[in-house]
């Protein structure tokens, strides 16, 4: 089992949690077990997360709570901390942390909502992702918006 392997399988964590992965892809990771040591354990510690985090909705894997678990070990597979090893800025070059809040520095058009972010809409409570140039946050007209922070500034 090489390093590259459980990185790999780390990120397709990461993009499920920020729901951009395909079902089959995160079908393969959960539901085939893995003939390496390392990629099985880690298999059956998201089994764990499911199992302690039972979906509310029908079309979810795991709670909300999960989700953020998955995250945990997404993060500690890739080696990078909560908050303190990945620095974000905004697009004046101050640091984001979890629980900030921006101001959109110009008008957004959002995919797949046909709504238009106005310049000047504050998104509180940001979350950091794995990509530094990105933040994930909620709006008044758009739940789990993922921004660039090319777009915003600390509020």
């Known amino acids: ?3 590259t392997e459980l990185k790999e399988a780390a990120a397709l964590i990461t993009r499920f949690v920020n729901g ?3 079902d089959w892809e995160w079908g393969v990771l959960v539901d085939v077990p893995a003939e390496q040591p390392a990629l099985e354990a880690l298999r059956q510690e998201l089994l764990a997360v499911a ?10 894997w795991c709670a909300p709570d999960g989700m953020s678990a998955l995250r945990a070990i997404a993060n500690r597979v890739l080696g990078v901390a909560e908050d303190d090893d990945l620095v974000v800025k905004d697009s004046n070059g101050t640091r984001l942390a ?14 797949g909502a046909n709504v238009t972010l106005k310049r000047g809409t504050v998104a509180k409570n940001i979350r950091l992702t794995l990509n530094p140039e990105e933040i994930e946050c909620n709006v008044e007209k ?8 090319e777009f ?3 509020a």
């Not at 979890?98 to 995919?111: A, Q, R, W």
């Open 152 to 154: 915003v500034k600390k």
């Open 51 to 60: 199992e302690k985090n039972p979906p509310r909705g029908g079309n979810e």
């Open 20 to 22: 951009e992965t395909e």
């Open 98 to 111: 979890n629980g900030d809040s921006v101001t959109l520095i110009k008008d957004l058009p959002v995919k």
């Open 142 to 149: 758009v739940r789990g918006l993922v921004l660039r922070v």
């Open 1 to 3: 089992m090489t390093t």
